[in-house]
């Protein structure tokens, strides 16, 4: 059974920088690639950036620069570095196992995300 948990949500100050990571057990998880979404209150959960089993990487235009993605395959977690966090990063973000061409999740198992809310 696929499980995804979230952590490293929190409150940031425009500007400032904050690392998310997500914890994967029940999958191969070197064999899959990585992905993370965040969703706004009322729309649907859309793709920040991705990993590939191979280390390439992937990340929406709104993002790049600023947030950068990894994985850790000993434990089994991807993280994301987000910095220079604006206003518009506020969000609960996921992470879920990705189809890497076509950059769509794998499984509807979403984890319970974790919240960023970005104010001064």
């Known amino acids: 059974q696929v499980q995804l948990v979230e952590s490293g949500g929190k409150l940031v100050q425009p500007g400032g920088s904050l690392r998310l990571s997500c914890a994967a057990s029940?999958?191969?998880?070197?064999?899959?690639?990585m992905g993370w979404y965040r969703q706004y209150p009322g729309k649907a959960r859309e793709l920040v950036a991705a990993?590939?089993?191979?280390?390439?990487?992937y990340s929406e235009p709104s993002v790049r620069g600023r947030f950068f993605i990894s994985r850790d395959n000993a434990q089994q977690m991807v993280h994301l570095q987000m910095n220079n966090v604006q206003l518009k990063d506020t969000a609960v973000y996921y992470c879920?196992?990705?189809?890497?061409?076509?950059?769509?999740?794998?499984?509807?198992?979403w984890g319970r995300g974790t919240q960023v809310t970005v104010s001064s």
């Open positions: 879920n196992i990705i189809q890497w061409t076509a950059l769509v999740p794998l499984t509807n198992s």
């Open positions: 990993i590939h089993t191979g280390g390439s990487v």
């Open positions: 029940g999958i191969d998880f070197s064999g899959n690639s």
